[in-house]
């Protein structure tokens, strides 16, 4: 096709026009059976953009006139109520009065901010001639504020390239002079709501674009979706009974009033497929049954399984897959949930959501609902979740499929249950389960009843110190994205202050299907505390039982100047610098720490590494500082030793520098 510059004739060309599309009041189109289209006349129905013909029949092969497509693009842009004013003007000797997308024709054409028509060469409008693609396309860039200018002079190929890289043309593959159908045009108004012209999707006039939600279900005037792992409730403008976009990660549109205009899904910038909760779950080691549903029947996807890049080898029977189109990657999650089932929304016979261990409520994907449906609340099943934490079907608890659920508990005693790369924290309201012991530990989690869940703390699969500059724990490698919990704290590897974690301070250690760790949880660290003695004495305790005896009492300056006296048996000496924990109103662990003498300035790496007798020393930014000289703490950790200068002794533990003593 030849390759115009733009003109009058382009401008006359820009005279697009578009008209209701028909669609059903609140039911999936009867011929629409393609699942993309289904998904795209919804959002465009919920929001006005196509209306019903009567007959319920969307006709998804029809071709588009220039017409609908003006009426389209105005009820887009949140202007479609204006109409009527322009419905008596007369522009274009083809668009009178009396023809029913006069008013839609006419305002778009009068449309200054941003300039969307002009006419045609001969005056006229055409308004029942078949639009084209690059009719439409420029149209749609101009809707968003693209110009001429932007597109590089060349119509149609500036303004075509344009929605290619902006992703306003994803799904749709056509030349200019080609004719678009309706299921193409209902594609390319989602790409334009869901991408806009920074990617932060398009905005209609009257409208507000609200919190990333994933959409659970579509009821009469209510829709219902999650956010930020919670379940809303909105009211509807127009009402839907559809599931066409039950399971779909998107944002929801909102009128002035707070009510929900239409539910914009994300969409993937190259195919335009909707990134949807659905999922499968694998009959077998090293299956793709059922994936090529999910993404389309590409086979180029990227694997990830709990978080780590993985590949189809490493998938595992029971494993429950998602699909991401935006990123073309796939996401496997092997976890599973003994579980009391204790209620649900809106009914056992097809769940939204279900709650268990204690009042933890978890949504349900659409797909996931036929399994839920053969158990009842009073019963225990065992679930099987996404990487995000949704159920995706239920099962009995056999050996195939038993629960294999871990978590996390915090200093504080909450427990976090471990979900693909994700963390999600349980309710527990009521039960109180026994936390003395669990504190900073991996645990297993399962319930049986109403009133209990069980947490059992979980060790092993370590051999070796943990290297933290190598990546290495032994001799194998960790994950990109292993996951370290201190103290129950999620933590980055480059977090961690120690060169060398030993083997006695991690308490478990997991291997993935590739061969490398990818779970890591530390113990004591976190609650061990550093300081001076600054005195051993002892006092006298008067028990009735054993008589009167001597208790050993420790004095501790833990960096403030106000030492701390507490009873504890440990052997030191007052003046050491000392490693030590506190448990009820003693001291404990109480040790001293390792001494590198006589360090000069040289020895050091900038201001957060020591180099002494071969081995690498990690420095941290708050580290005490002693002065030897006045007797004092000083403040500005590692800077003000590094300032103060002289000689420096360094007191260590674990490969950590926890106290320089300066002097001059």
């Known amino acids: 096709?030849?390759?115009?510059?733009?003109?009058?004739?382009?401008?006359?060309?820009?005279?697009?026009?578009?008209?209701?599309?028909?669609?059903?009041a609140a039911e999936s189109f009867s011929d629409v059976t393609d699942k993309k289209t289904a998904q795209n006349v919804e959002v465009l129905r919920l929001l006005g953009v196509i209306e019903g013909n009567g007959a319920g029949q969307f006709n998804p092969s029809g071709l588009l006139t220039r017409a609908e497509f003006c009426k389209m693009v105005v009820v887009l842009m949140g202007k479609g109520s204006d109409a009527m004013r322009y419905k008596t003007v007369t522009i274009f000797p083809d668009v009178r009065a009396t023809h029913w997308a006069a008013g839609y024709i006419n305002l778009a054409?009068?449309?200054?901010?941003?300039?969307?028509?002009?006419?045609?060469?001969?005056?006229?409008?055409?308004?029942?001639?078949?639009?084209?693609?690059?009719?439409?396309?420029?149209?749609?860039?101009?809707?968003?504020?693209?110009?001429?200018?932007?597109?590089?002079?060349?119509?149609?190929?500036?303004?075509?390239?344009?929605?290619?890289?902006?992703?306003?043309?994803?799904?749709?593959?056509l030349t200019g002079s080609a004719n678009i159908t309706r299921a193409q045009a209902a594609q390319l108004f989602v790409n334009v709501l869901s991408t806009g012209k920074d990617g932060k999707g398009y905005t209609p006039a009257g409208c507000k674009i609200g919190s990333e939600a994933t959409l659970i279900s579509l009821s009469a005037n209510t829709i219902r979706v999650n956010v930020d792992g919670k379940s809303e409730k909105f009211d509807l403008v127009r009402p839907s009974s559809s599931s066409a976009l039950n399971g779909l990660k998107?944002?929801?549109?909102?009128?002035?009033?707070?009510?929900?205009?239409?539910f914009v899904p994300k969409t993937s910038s190259t195919t335009g497929a909707a990134v949807s909760n659905a999922a499968?779950?694998?009959?077998?080691?090293?299956?793709?049954?059922?994936?090529s549903a999910l993404t389309d029947g590409r086979t180029d996807y990227t694997v990830y399984r709990n978080g780590v890049l993985s590949s189809?080898?490493?998938?595992?029977?029971?494993?429950?897959?998602?699909?991401?189109?935006?990123?073309?990657?796939v996401y496997a999650c092997d976890t599973r949930v003994t579980v009391y089932y204790e209620s649900c929304e809106p009914s056992p016979s097809a769940p939204v959501s279900i709650k268990v261990l204690g009042g933890t409520q978890f949504e349900v994907l659409p797909t996931a609902q036929q399994s839920l449906s053969k158990f009842k609340p009073g019963k225990t099943m065992t679930i099987l979740l996404t990487s995000d934490g949704t159920v995706a079907g239920a099962v009995e608890n056999d050996y195939s499929a038993r629960g294999n659920a871990i978590g996390i508990v915090d200093s504080d005693g909450n427990v976090k249950l471990l979900c693909g790369s994700t963390t999600i924290d349980l309710v527990l309201d009521g039960i109180k389960p026994d936390m003395t012991n669990l504190k900073g530990k991996l645990v297993s989690i399962s319930s049986s009843s109403k009133t209990s869940v069980g947490l059992y703390a979980k060790t092993g699969g370590v051999s070796g110190d943990l290297n933290v500059r190598e990546g290495?724990?032994?001799?194998?490698?960790?994950?990109?994205?292993v996951m370290i919990f201190d103290k129950g704290e999620l933590k980055n590897l480059s977090d961690l202050t120690e060169t060398t974690v030993p083997q006695s301070r991690i308490s478990y250690a997991r291997t993935n299907a590739s061969g490398e760790i990818d779970l890591i949880v530390l113990i004591g660290t976190g609650d061990e505390l550093y300081g001076r003695v600054t005195g051993v004495g002892k006092r006298t305790v008067h028990d009735a039982t054993f008589g009167d005896y001597e208790q050993q009492q420790i004095a501790i300056d833990s960096g403030d100047g106000k030492p701390v006296t507490k009873d504890s048996s440990y052997s030191v000496r007052s003046g050491d610098f000392v490693s030590y924990k506190i448990v009820n109103d003693s001291y404990t662990n109480v040790a001293a720490l390792d001494k590198l003498g006589d360090v000069s300035s040289s020895a050091w790496i900038g201001k957060t590494a020591v180099n002494y007798g071969g081995r690498t020393y990690t420095v941290p930014s708050d580290v005490l500082c002693w002065n030897r000289d006045g007797g004092s703490w000083?403040?500005?950790g590692a800077e003000a030793a590094l300032a103060y200068g002289g000689t420096m002794n360094l007191y260590v533990r674990d490969g950590v520098v926890r106290v320089i003593e300066v002097r001059s």
């Open 1 to 24: 096709m030849k390759k115009r510059v733009f003109s009058l004739l382009l401008a006359l060309v820009l005279t697009l026009s578009a008209a209701a599309i028909p669609a059903s």
């Open 109 to 173: 054409v009068r449309q200054s901010e941003p300039k969307l028509l002009a006419g045609l060469p001969d005056g006229t409008f055409q308004p029942d001639s078949y639009i084209t693609y690059g009719q439409a396309v420029t149209i749609l860039m101009r809707v968003l504020g693209f110009a001429d200018k932007d597109s590089g002079g060349i119509w149609p190929d500036g303004y075509i390239n344009l929605a290619k890289s902006t992703g306003v043309s994803a799904g749709v593959n």
């Open 250 to 262: 998107g944002h929801l549109l909102t009128n002035d009033d707070g009510k929900v205009m239409t």
């Open 280 to 291: 499968v779950i694998l009959p077998a080691d090293k299956s793709t049954s059922g994936i």
């Open 312 to 329: 189809v080898s490493a998938l595992r029977k029971n494993d429950v897959v998602t699909y991401d189109a935006v990123s073309n990657t």
């Open 472 to 481: 290495t724990l032994g001799s194998k490698k960790l994950a990109s994205s």
């Open 634 to 636: 000083l403040d500005g």
